[in-house]
C-alpha cells in the first residue's frame, strides 16, 4: 500500500520561507517522478512543481519559478519543496503526488497523493 506523507506546513510572515517534506512509503521512490500540487481556498487544485526520478529534471508553474525549488533524496524517500519569498498568495494545501511515467504538469496522470499540508502566508 502506497502513502505520502506530508509536513513542514505552517504560518509564516510573507517573505519568509517554509520547507515541505514528504516521505513515500510502499513504491519504489526512486522509479517514481514526484510532483507538488496546491489548492487555495475556492480555486481548483494547481501544478507547482515536478521533478524526475534521479533529480536531474525539474520543472515549474512560472507562478513560482525563482522562489521555490523542489528537489529528492532517493535514499530517504523524500521529496521537498523549498519555498522561499513567500506571498499571501501562496496560502494553500500543498499535496505531494506520484506517477509511474515521466515528471509532468498534467495532476490526472498522478497516481498517487498525500493528504496534503497547510501553508498560511500572512501579509
Known amino acids: 500500500q502506497v502513502h505520502l506523507v506530508e509536513s513542514g506546513g505552517g504560518l509564516v510572515q510573507a517573505g519568509g520561507s517554509l520547507r515541505l517534506s514528504c516521505v513515500a512509503s510502499?513504491?519504489?521512490?526512486?522509479?517514481?517522478?514526484m510532483g507538488w500540487f496546491r489548492q487555495a481556498p475556492g480555486k481548483e487544485r494547481a501544478f507547482v512543481a515536478t521533478?524526475?526520478?534521479?533529480?536531474?529534471?525539474?520543472y515549474y508553474a512560472d507562478s513560482v519559478k525563482g522562489r521555490f525549488t523542489i528537489s529528492r533524496d532517493n535514499a530517504k524517500n523524500t521529496v521537498y519543496l523549498q519555498m522561499n519569498s513567500l506571498k499571501p498568495e501562496d496560502t494553500a494545501v500543498y499535496y505531494c503526488?506520484?506517477?509511474?511515467?515521466?515528471?509532468?504538469?498534467?495532476?490526472?496522470?498522478?497516481?498517487?497523493w498525500g493528504q496534503g499540508t497547510q501553508v498560511t502566508v500572512s501579509s
Open positions: 503526488a506520484a506517477r509511474r511515467y515521466g515528471a509532468g504538469t498534467d495532476q490526472n496522470e498522478y497516481d498517487y
Open positions: 510502499g513504491l519504489t521512490f526512486s522509479s517514481y517522478p
Open positions: 521533478i524526475n526520478w534521479s533529480g536531474t529534471w525539474t
